[in-house]
Structure formats: structure tokens, C-alpha cells
């Protein structure tokens, strides 16, 4: 990134504005003025272009977007020093991939910062769009699967929430589920099951819940869709394709439980990974029960309200929506347009219901679990640009033309046009606790901090020395606490790490009460770090403690 350090992004940067703006809206007005299509070589450029001058900002931005980067990332530098999961790191509901994807970018030479952080995610988000793109253009016609991807094209391009920029725990699971999309909509367009695709579907089946165990519903539904497929299309060879597929499913299953199992770490993974993720809920403490009937018939309304930009992509698919409704009201046509693409449309629908599920189901609704409806919703607004009268594919443009407007209101009202200035971030890369904690310890020692900071890892470079490195599960109170905890005292006792820092003030996450949530209120860890510890200095709140005969 030395190379980059020239180029700077302040709140108003107007040339990096109206290039980006300027440069998508000419290429899908001419796209579509065109009424073919470009070449693949072309869109994949436009897409990789585009996005990523417009996430300049981003990519240049060396800070935490989001509390999981910094979680993600301090695993991730865990696992080089330490590659056993749950003896060295917890990923909670992130899932192994996301950090070991981490460690090998890690151990090829690059640095774990936040600028790789939120590169990684530019790239596996073009990614999966690219697999949309291909999915699309074996169930449509070149240029309408070109039409189809242009809002999604724009809302990764101009989207500055952070929710849909740093590297989401969601991210590589989409990606997975994009190229299983992709091979069902091949399989269904050329009735043919090559082996290596069986495989490779089978093994990206098996690695998403590995990814996002939320995402398991999604990947279910694709599963078994495949085996109808293979019913539907190859009757006389299903069992030994649909051998093949579940195979590939058990080996790597297989192959991770054996490798658990070998480290004696298997029923940890079960507990924390399995059994403690689908009990534990936002907060922990939240009793409040809605139904999941409430919260279905909300859903709309929840939506708008917290996806914070993803409510723009969605203005084109309503739009569509209706007017391909509009079309289909007539039971012939409706039945006929059901069997198209061998019932393909039938599977999508039930996928896009499944993902309403598993949001309601989560409970939490932060932004970017609503990221899941991309890969149904494109591709459904495949169908209704072949479905509906031409003039109706310049509706596509309606969120370039929302995010334009919102664009020119922060002008005219002097607000900011990029949230991410390259000064703000060249000035506080490292913390002023940061660099404290260095005068007591180095990149590679270990390092715990008590409460939610995971960026102190990252900006140090130390490993995390327990598994739980944001203790919410640890020190809040929910039914699992007491094991959290205890697993908490055991991995302090066992890296006995040379720095210990509090991190619990009133702007703590969640935990925003030191009185009650400060280490001290804990007799076992306040008593060896009494024991073992010397305090150090404290910095707006933050305690750091060095090891004694450090």
C-alpha cells in the first residue's frame, strides 16, 4: 500500500464523485441503448473497475469499519502463531473459513491490517457477483444477465455503509452460495452432471456452514434442489451422482471432524460452535419474545429501516416485481412461467422465503445479514427483464439515480460525500493505547484484552491470548456464561500473555458499565492478574497491565 500512500480522499473529494457516477451511469444507459450485449471480458472490467475506484477510500482506510473486522482479523493472526481452533481461537458465529482464509493471506507475507481487511472483501463481494453473472446467463439471454446484475453492480460500487464494506462474516458463505447457484443453473440448462462439478459443488456445500453456520437453511435448500435434479434430469445414474455429491460433503466433513477429534477438540467445537451459537442471542440478556408470526408480517418494515443503503438496491426488484406480476395474472400464464428452467424459479422462491427465515430467525437484523437476499433478487430480476417490455429495462437505473440524488442533497447540504478520509486514517492507524501496550510487549507476544477492542490486537500485531477475544460471552450473563468463562481463566493460565489490558469504560460494546463489567468484578481473573500483573498506566479508561519479570 506504500505505493498508494499519495493519494488522498477528503469529505468532498467532487473529481472521485462525479467520475464514479458518471462512468456506471454512461455504460448501463449505453448498455441498454445498445440492446446487446458487451463482451464478458468487458462487463468482468466494468465491475472490478468501477467498484473498486469507487472503494478507494475504503481500501485505502486503515481502520475498523466494524467491531467483527477487528475480531475476524485478531483471529486470523492468532492462527499463524497457533492453528488449532478453540484452543487458540473461538470464531463464535463467523465460522473457521473466514479466519483461516485470514491466516493463509497471513502467511503468504501480507500484514493483517484493516486496508487487507476491507481489499479481501471488495474482492470475494465482485466475486460472487461475477458467479450471479454467470448463473444468469445460463438461465437468460447474454444481455439481459447483463441488465440484470447493473443495480447490484451499483450498490457494491457506491454503497458507504460499513456494514457492506468491511469483511463481513457473511461475505465468503455468499460467495459459496453464488457458485452453487451457478452450477444448478448449469446443471439445469445442460441436463448433465459432469463429476467435477458433483465434486466441487459437494465440497462447497460442506466448507458454507463451515463459513456462516446462519447460512446452513440456504445451503440446504440448494442441496436438495441439486438432488432433484439429478432425479429429474438422470433418473438411471441419480444414486451414483447423488453418491458422488455426498460424498464430497463427508469427506470434508469427515475430514475436519477427524482433524478435531485428533486434537482433542472435538466437543468444543460441538459446544461452542454448534450447541452455544443457536442458543445465544443479541445481548444475551434480551427477554423480550416476538413472535416469529410478528416479526414475518414487520419484516418489510424492518427492512427499510435498518438496511441503510440496501434498501436502494432493493427499488428496482419491487419495481419489477409488480409490473411482472401485473403480467403473469392469468393462470396459463402464471403456470408457464413457474416451469420455466425446469422449476428453477420454484427453488429460488423457496430459497428467498428461507432467507427471510434465517434472518428472522437470528433475530438480529443487523444490516448485512440482509446481504443474503442479493443472489435470489437478481436473479429474479433476471426473469422479469425477460418477461416484461423493453422500456420497462430502464428501471434498472432507478439506484444509481437514488444514490445520484443523495449525492447532490449532501452537496447542497454541506455534508459529507465520503465517510472515509485517508487523513483520519494515517493519523490514528495506532492508538494511543496501542502504542502503550508496546512499551510492554511486541508483535507475537501474547496480548488479552478484558472487553470489546479487538482492534488492540490488530494494531500491535499480538496473538490473542484466550479464545474469546471480545469476552461479551465471557462476562455478560447468559445460561453458557459459566463454561465461557472458565475456558476464559484456563487459556490466561496456559499463554499467561505479557500484556493484560482492561478495556471496559462507558463506551464499551454492550458492555458499557466498568463498574460492573471491569475485570475486578471477576474473583478468579482478578486474582491472577493481582497475582501475576503490575498496572501500568491507564488511558481514557483503559487499564494496561504488564507481566511481572517481563
Not at 453492480?153 to 463481513?168: D, E, G, K, S, V
Not at 443472489?375 to 439506484?399: D, H, M, N, V
Request: charged share 15%; hydrophobic share 50%; with cysteine.
Amino acid at each position: 500500500m506504500i505505493l498508494l500512500n499519495w493519494i488522498d480522499f477528503d469529505t468532498r473529494p467532487l473529481i472521485w464523485w462525479l467520475f464514479g457516477h458518471l462512468f456506471l451511469g454512461i455504460f448501463s444507459s449505453w448498455l441498454i441503448l445498445r440492446n446487446r450485449p458487451v463482451s464478458d471480458f468487458i462487463l468482468v472490467g466494468v465491475i472490478f473497475f468501477i467498484s473498486g475506484f469507487m472503494r478507494l477510500p475504503i481500501l485505502l482506510h486503515n481502520l475498523p469499519l466494524n467491531p467483527d473486522e477487528s475480531q475476524m482479523l485478531a483471529q486470523g493472526l492468532t492462527l499463524t502463531f497457533d492453528p488449532l481452533l478453540y484452543r487458540s481461537v473461538d470464531p463464535t458465529t463467523s465460522g473457521p473459513i473466514n479466519n483461516y482464509v485470514l491466516a493463509f493471506v497471513h502467511l503468504l507475507g501480507f500484514k493483517l491490517d484493516f486496508r487487507l481487511a476491507h481489499i479481501l472483501s471488495w474482492l470475494i463481494t465482485a466475486s460472487s457477483v461475477i458467479f450471479l453473472y454467470k448463473a444468469l446467463k445460463q438461465l437468460q439471454s447474454v444481455f439481459i444477465a447483463q441488465l440484470a446484475v447493473i443495480p447490484t453492480i451499483a450498490f457494491i460500487t457506491f454503497a458507504q455503509n460499513a456494514n457492506y464494506l468491511h469483511y463481513y462474516s457473511e461475505g465468503i458463505a455468499i460467495l459459496f452460495l453464488s457458485f452453487n447457484v451457478y452450477l444448478i443453473a448449469r446443471w439445469t440448462r445442460k441436463k448433465d452432471f459432469p463429476l467435477l462439478e458433483l465434486i466441487a459443488f459437494g465440497i462447497s456445500t460442506a466448507l458454507i456452514v463451515l463459513c456462516k453456520i446462519q447460512a446452513l437453511p440456504l445451503s440446504f435448500v440448494l442441496g436438495v434442489w441439486s438432488l432433484f435434479l439429478l432425479f429429474f434430469f438422470q433418473k438411471q445414474k441419480a444414486f451414483l451422482y447423488g453418491s458422488v455429491l455426498a460424498g464430497s460433503i463427508i469427506a470434508v466433513w469427515g475430514g475436519w471432524l477427524w482433524y478435531m477429534q485428533a486434537n482433542d477438540v472435538l466437543d468444543d467445537f460441538f459446544f461452542y460452535y454448534i450447541k452455544a451459537n443457536a442458543q445465544l442471542k443479541m445481548h444475551f440478556s434480551d427477554s423480550t419474545v416476538r413472535s416469529p408470526f410478528y416479526l414475518l408480517i414487520r419484516f418489510p418494515l424492518i427492512v427499510f429501516k435498518r438496511a441503510f443503503g440496501l434498501e436502494y438496491w432493493f427499488f428496482p426488484f419491487v419495481l419489477l416485481t409488480g409490473v411482472f406480476l401485473l403480467k403473469i395474472t392469468a393462470k396459463e400464464a402464471f403456470l408457464k412461467t413457474i416451469k420455466l428452467n425446469s422449476y428453477f424459479w420454484v427453488m429460488l422462491s423457496g430459497y428467498f422465503f428461507m432467507v427471510v427465515a434465517t434472518i428472522i430467525r437470528t433475530g438480529s437484523f443487523y444490516p448485512h445479514h440482509f446481504l443474503y437476499f442479493i443472489l435470489p433478487c437478481c436473479l429474479f430480476i433476471g426473469l422479469y427483464l425477460s418477461q416484461i417490455k423493453p422500456i420497462w429495462r430502464w428501471a434498472i437505473l432507478s439506484t444509481q439515480v437514488i444514490f445520484i440524488a443523495l449525492c447532490v442533497k449532501r452537496l447542497a447540504t454541506g455534508s459529507y460525500l465520503n465517510l472515509y478520509t485517508t487523513a483520519v486514517s494515517d493519523q490514528r492507524e495506532l492508538s494511543p493505547v496501542g502504542q502503550a501496550i508496546l512499551k510492554y510487549g511486541k508483535p507475537g507476544d501474547y496480548l488479552v484484552v478484558w472487553g470489546w477492542a479487538c482492534q488492540y490486537y490488530v494494531e500491535t500485531q499480538m496473538p490473542q491470548g484466550v479464545n474469546e477475544n471480545h469476552s461479551v460471552r465471557s462476562a455478560m450473563k447468559h445460561p453458557l456464561q459459566a463454561a465461557y468463562y472458565q475456558r476464559y481463566i484456563q487459556d490466561i493460565k496456559r499463554t499467561r500473555p505479557k500484556v493484560f489490558v482492561d478495556a471496559m469504560t462507558p463506551k464499551t460494546l454492550w458492555m458499557n458499565d466498568p463498574k460492573k463489567y471491569g475485570h475486578q468484578n471477576y474473583p478468579e481473573l482478578a486474582q491472577f492478574i493481582a497475582d501475576n500483573y503490575t498496572f501500568k498506566e491507564e488511558i481514557k479508561g483503559i487499564k494496561i497491565y504488564a507481566l511481572k519479570h517481563n
